[in-house]
């Protein structure tokens, strides 16, 4: 099952981590690197976890509904609950995948542009409702005072997720991890067999005994849960939630580009793509040109497209 | 007829697009039999099959399978259910290696059970199909980089993988060198003997007289004639379906 791996790009891949796991011990970072950093490993999971759904042969421009609700509901019931971290996390998961599954179930006779295209248009409901529904989400002005993560110890050490940035660095990396490691599974487990015997021909995958549909709603409500954890992660460290950023069709694009830059069918693609480039985008290119993300990304797109289809990890 | 039927199918009607495809088809299959399904083009062949194999659902009627109404089921169940099949147009996983393409058989047909169970090694497994239909040597090539009848025996393989009670041959002899066709009435023999039931489709009559034990003429949608090979062949309705001596109802088109 496993296509032939290149020893070089998972020596660099090692590198690479060990690189993100040290370097703040040396005590030389900055709030701002961790910061972004932090992030980039909370879109990284992001984007693992919307190619768990184009690894099923289904490109999604839909995942801001699953960021979205995510952190809708992470925000709302810390607002009118005060429910704990753990809670809210959970239910962001739990309504996400919710979404998922009508997504799943509605849209299974859709393939390609269809399928992209109603994905497309299934982050508005959500988001008119957040906009509108003023007593509760308060409206397009959003949410705002929603609690950071608590602080708690582990084996004697404080983790501090609240107001530490090294210790939301590391917890988010955690993440990430075990993003990874659910990856790997969908390319190199059983379920992976599936998966792309699916992507490849769905009519030949059918008569050879895989459930089709099962393998398809699997993928995508695992995508959309995880996708809504990282919605309602995303609350709790912002602190605020507006419907025009966590439903934003960037929410949406931004896996799509780091994907395909990264490549779609090694484990590491996603992640690649999304460190190189919202690690790029964040600390050298914002500074000096904040409105031009946007532009490179597209460019990206359209580089990859012509030049390395597969993407970096090929 | 003496033996038991593995495959009965009764009253079926087939429309796609409000078109009619297939009319009132009454089909047998005995265990361990080899029919040939005749007919010229777009008489509704193929549409059968895939009304066997759940890609197509049909407007009425039934079909059973070991005894069971297996009628409307998704095409995953009855594989695993022991019906397997190859496409006219062969559809090979193109990114993956032939050994890979017959693995996915494996793991997910009726035998993938069994063969989780114990444990036997996938890849030998899958070689040794390979192997059964000329294909040893071609274990790590692409699917896409596969000629026309590699790709054709590499559905057999993969068929096969499932384990299948009754295995289901859609032309896979047309377009093929004298010699491929004699590999594949050979495959057929072959598979004959170790029990397996074969119901093939025939448009250019390659196989039949070399394999079959019994016939079925399908014209328009209907069967108009059914039994041992050399009758069928010689019947009437057959020759002037073949020889187009009446004008076709339906534009000719591909049976699908």
Redesign the interface.
């Known amino acids: 099952?496993s296509p032939p791996s290149s020893s070089r790009s998972i020596a660099l891949l090692v590198v690479v981590g060990l690189t993100l796991v040290l370097w703040p011990a040396g005590g030389w970072h900055t709030q701002l690197v961790c910061r972004v950093l932090g992030f980039a490993f909370l879109y990284a999971t992001v984007t693992v976890a919307w190619n768990l759904v184009a690894l099923s042969g289904l490109i999604s421009l839909g995942h801001a509904a699953y960021f979205g609700l995510g952190a809708y509901a992470a925000a709302l019931l810390d607002r009118h609950v005060g429910a704990q971290a753990p809670v809210t996390l959970a239910a962001a998961g739990l309504c996400a995948a919710a979404y998922g599954l009508v997504v799943a179930v509605a849209f299974q006779r859709l393939r390609a542009a269809s399928y992209a295209l109603a994905t497309l248009a299934s982050v508005e409901i959500p988001k008119v409702i957040a906009d509108n529904w003023n007593s509760f989400t308060l409206g397009s002005l959003g949410l705002v005072g929603t609690r950071p993560l608590p602080a708690f110890s582990v084996a004697g050490m404080e983790l501090d997720l609240a107001h530490n940035i090294t210790a939301q660095y590391y917890g988010l990396m955690a993440l990430l991890a075990l993003a990874c490691i659910l990856h790997a599974l969908a390319i190199h487990s059983?379920w992976g067999?599936?998966l792309?015997?699916v992507r490849?021909?769905e009519?030949?995958?059918?008569?050879?005994?895989?459930?089709?549909?099962a393998t398809r709603l699997g993928a995508t409500v695992l995508s959309a849960a995880l996708t809504g954890l990282c919605g309602g992660l995303y609350a709790h460290l912002m602190g605020m939630t507006e419907p025009a950023l966590v439903f934003n069709l960037h929410i949406s694009a931004m896996p799509l580009v780091f994907a395909m830059l990264g490549g779609r069918f090694r484990w590491y693609g996603p992640v690649l793509g999304a460190l190189v480039l919202y690690g790029a985008d964040q600390l050298f290119l914002h500074p000096w040109l904040p409105a031009g993300h946007a532009a490179i990304y597209g460019l990206v797109i359209m580089v990859m497209l012509l030049f390395l289809p597969k993407g970096l990890g090929s | 007829m003496t033996r038991p039927s593995l495959l009965d199918i009764r009253d079926l009607t087939v429309q796609l697009g409000g078109r009619p495809i297939l009319q009132n088809i009454q089909l047998s299959v005995a265990q361990g039999e080899i029919v040939s399904l005749i007919g010229p083009n777009g008489a509704g062949k193929t549409t059968l099959l895939h009304v066997i194999t759940g890609l197509v659902r049909p407007k009425s009627g039934s079909i059973h399978f070991g005894g069971k109404n297996i009628t409307g089921w998704p095409p995953h169940r009855i594989c695993r259910m022991g019906i397997a099949c190859t496409f006219q147009i062969a559809r090979p996983f193109p990114e993956m290696t032939a050994a890979e393409n017959v693995q996915i058989g494996l793991w997910f047909g009726r035998r993938a059970k069994e063969i989780r169970r114990r444990s036997r090694p996938v890849g030998e497994e899958a070689r040794r199909l390979l192997q059964l239909v000329g294909l040893e040597g071609k274990e790590e090539t692409p699917g896409r980089e596969l000629t026309l009848s590699e790709q054709r025996r590499l559905e057999v393989a993969r068929a096969l993988a499932t384990g299948p009670r009754l295995l289901l041959l859609d032309e896979i002899a047309a377009g093929l060198s004298p010699q491929a066709v004699s590999h594949a009435a050979q495959l057929v023999r072959t598979l004959r003997d170790q029990g397996m039931t074969v119901l093939l489709i025939d448009h250019f009559l390659n196989l039949t007289a070399r394999v079959s034990d019994r016939l079925v003429a399908l014209d328009q949608g209907e069967t108009i004639a059914e039994g041992p090979p050399a009758q069928v062949l010689h019947h009437p309705e057959v020759l002037s379906a073949y020889l187009g001596e009446r004008p076709s109802k339906h534009a000719a088109g591909e049976d699908r």
């Open positions: 099952m059983r067999w599936a792309r015997a490849e021909d009519r030949a995958a059918a008569v050879l005994g895989v459930n089709v549909f």
